[in-house]
């Protein structure tokens, strides 16, 4: 499956997002997704997770109430909408496809290109 991650920019302090994920090559019905961010200088880090079902989400602590992902099999794409946002969200942002909705990179199988969002104080 190949991934397309879009949506990334230039938002100010306080400002919102929306990263969309699509899907080709095959269904994403099949596969947990996840949205994992790397900022310069440090290592890439866990944003948030969805089962394939849309039922089972997670997200790390410093997006909860913030960040919200969701999916639309249908479109075969997955979304982080990215409220309230700080300098600390600026980073590439990445999708990945795998086999279960959970932090450690090693799950996902399959990983889009990567979208910059950079967040001005």
């Known amino acids: 499956v190949q991934l397309q991650a879009s949506g990334g920019g230039l938002v100010q302090a306080g400002g919102s997002l929306r990263l969309s994920c699509a899907a080709s090559?095959?269904?994403?019905?099949?596969?947990?997704m996840g949205w994992f961010r790397q900022a310069p200088g440090e290592e890439r880090s866990f944003v948030a997770a969805?089962?394939?079902?849309?039922?089972?989400?997670f997200y790390a602590d410093s997006v909860k109430g913030r960040f919200t992902i969701s999916r639309d099999n249908g479109k075969n794409t997955v979304y982080l909408q990215m409220n309230r946002l700080t300098s600390e969200d600026t980073a590439v942002y990445y999708c990945?496809?795998?086999?279960?909705?959970?932090?450690?990179?090693?799950?996902?199988?399959?990983w889009g290109q990567g979208t910059l969002v950079t967040v001005s104080s």
């Open positions: 990945a496809a795998g086999v279960a909705a959970e932090q450690m990179a090693h799950y996902y199988n399959y």
């Open positions: 090559g095959r269904t994403l019905a099949v596969y947990s």
């Open positions: 969805i089962d394939w079902s849309g039922r089972d989400i």
